[in-house]
Nanobody, 125 residues
Framework: QVQLVEPGGGLVQAGGSLRLSCAAS????????MGWFRQAPGKEREFVAT????????YYADSVKGRFTISRDNAKNTVYLQMNSLKPEDTAVYYC??????????????????WGQGTQVTVSS
């Protein structure tokens, strides 16, 4: 099991940027596919982005493609989500998660076994 911690949330105006980080402890992240999900009040948790173990392959939800960038630094055991051109509809609690699924770049929450506690991102209009 890997423990994940996500500092870096906050309040930002529409059009602004924010970078989330996800630091791991307990095990190295280098063998895991990593993902970011988000959950807005009253809505289901939804997929945002995922990155393979080496960082060479990424995949994004259509709603964030071209605005968000997922990356990882395995030497630092950390995954990042750079969010640009933020919109009020991006407001949610953001979670990072680790997957050892055989499915490449999984987009469903059930494919991820370990989760961070979540960090609030609020985008004001």
């Amino acid at each position: 099991q890997v423990q994940l911690v996500e500092p870096g949330g906050g309040l930002v105006q529409a059009g602004g940027s924010l970078r989330l980080s996800c630091a791991a402890s307990g095990r190295t992240l280098s063998t895991y596919t990593m993902g970011w999900f988000r959950q807005a009040p009253g809505k289901e948790r939804e997929f945002v982005a995922t990155i393979n173990w080496s960082g060479g392959i990424t995949y994004y939800a259509d709603s964030v493609k071209g605005r968000f960038t997922i990356s990882r630094d395995n030497a630092k055991n950390t995954v990042y989500l750079q969010m640009n051109s933020l919109k009020p509809e991006d407001t949610a609690v953001y979670y990072c998660a680790a997957s050892s699924s055989i499915v490449m770049l999984p987009t469903t929450p059930r494919s991820y076994a370990d989760w961070g506690q979540g960090t609030q991102v609020t985008v004001s209009s």
